[in-house]
């Protein structure tokens, strides 16, 4: 069992940005899957980014190219999501997701973690 706790959410304005961090309480970042979901109510939940912790590509959905960045940061057991110019669309609930397996980000968004931290909402909003 991997434990996940989000933190970061929070209400922006459209064109702002957003950091989004994910920790695993007494568990060592390595030979994981990491990554970031997020489900707006009524719609399924969708795959934005995904890294494995021991190095390759990251996975990008094409709706975040460009805008967001995700990064781990080994030392601190941390995964970050760097979110620019959101948009009122993004306004969502926003889940980390581990893995023990090293495919996520050649899965793009078929991947389906079996653990999840509790999520974190996202409100853009002018």
């Known amino acids: 069992q991997i434990r996940l706790m989000e933190s970061g959410g929070g209400s922006v304005q459209p064109g702002e940005s957003l950091i989004l961090s994910c920790t695993a309480p007494?568990?060592?970042?390595?030979?994981?899957?990491m990554g970031w979901f997020r489900q707006v109510p009524g719609k399924a939940r969708e795959a934005i980014a995904s890294i494995y912790t021991d190095g390759g590509s990251p996975y990008y959905a094409d709706s975040v190219k460009g805008r967001f960045t995700i990064s781990q940061d080994s030392a601190k057991n941390t995964v970050s999501l760097q979110m620019n110019n959101l948009t009122s669309e993004e306004s969502a609930m926003y889940y980390c997701?581990?893995?023990?397996?090293?495919?996520?980000?050649?899965?793009?968004?078929?991947?389906?973690?079996?653990?999840w931290g509790q999520g974190t909402q996202v409100t853009v909003s002018s």
């Open positions: 007494g568990y060592t970042y390595n030979n994981l899957c």
């Open positions: 997701a581990a893995d023990r397996t090293k495919t996520c980000a050649s899965s793009g968004g078929s991947w389906w973690p079996p653990f």
